[in-house]
T-cell receptor
């Protein structure tokens, strides 16, 4: 158990819908990262937040957005869902100092999203 | 385009064998290379490598980085069934970008 929690565990929805995935980082970790893992593309880095502020963006679609709240939990919002958005979404956290790199990330168990 | 390529895609060995997993990368502004083990759930961190030629070791697992040739290997000696997993290689670049390979699936047969 990494200490990172994600809800829900599974999510089934229809195309065109919007969903919100939630992540609570390990106690003391200030950085949260979101990843998408699909069968054909492996793990794709989406976005990172540090202490409430967006720090880095990867391959995140415009239909997707995220935020980190004052209590450091984070939410990933996926809208106008398409079949291709079906994937495992991981959240990871790390103890990142301001402006400094921190590669040791601890992953949550993931949310499996199925878009029908 | 930045990319990380792992080989082989899949490997099946018997308990006690030694395996070598490969990771090559083409990433601008390289910062570090990381190895993760992914069983049924979330990836778990194994190693972080930043300097060439310095072996990192943890029990039966070891890894080394070659920044000139842009690759890393992960060795597992005396494999056990509990080593069965997907092993992921990732490269961290400046700007907090992370690039993952598609992984090597290792199956260890008793």
């Amino acid at each position: 158990d990494s200490g990172v929690t994600q809800t829900p565990k599974h999510l089934i929805t229809a195309t065109g819908q919007r969903v919100t995935l939630r992540c609570s980082p390990r106690s003391g970790d200030l950085s949260v990262y979101w990843y998408q893992q699909s069968l054909d593309q492996g793990l794709q880095f989406l976005i990172q937040y540090y202490n409430g502020e967006e720090r880095a963006k990867g391959n995140i679609l415009e239909r997707f957005s995220a935020q980190q709240f004052p209590d450091l939990h984070s939410e990933l919002n996926l809208s106008s869902l398409e079949l291709g958005d079906s994937a495992l979404y991981f959240c990871a956290s790390s103890v990142a100092t301001s402006g400094g790199p921190q590669e040791t990330q601890y992953f949550g168990p993931g949310t499996r999203l199925l878009v029908l | 385009e930045d990319k990380v390529v792992q080989s082989p895609l899949s490997l099946v060995v018997h308990e006690g064998d030694t395996v070598t997993l490969n990771c090559s990368y083409e990433v601008t502004n390289f910062r570090s290379l990381l190895w993760y083990k992914q069983e049924k759930k979330a990836p778990t961190f194994l190693f972080m490598l930043t300097s060439s030629g310095i072996e990192k070791k943890s029990g039966r697992l070891s890894s080394i980085l070659d920044k000139k040739e842009l690759f890393s290997i992960l060795n597992i000696t005396a494999t056990q069934t509990g080593d069965s997993a997907v092993y992921l290689c990732a490269v961290a670049a400046t700007g907090n970008q992370f690039y993952f390979g598609t992984g090597t699936s290792l199956t260890v047969i008793p």
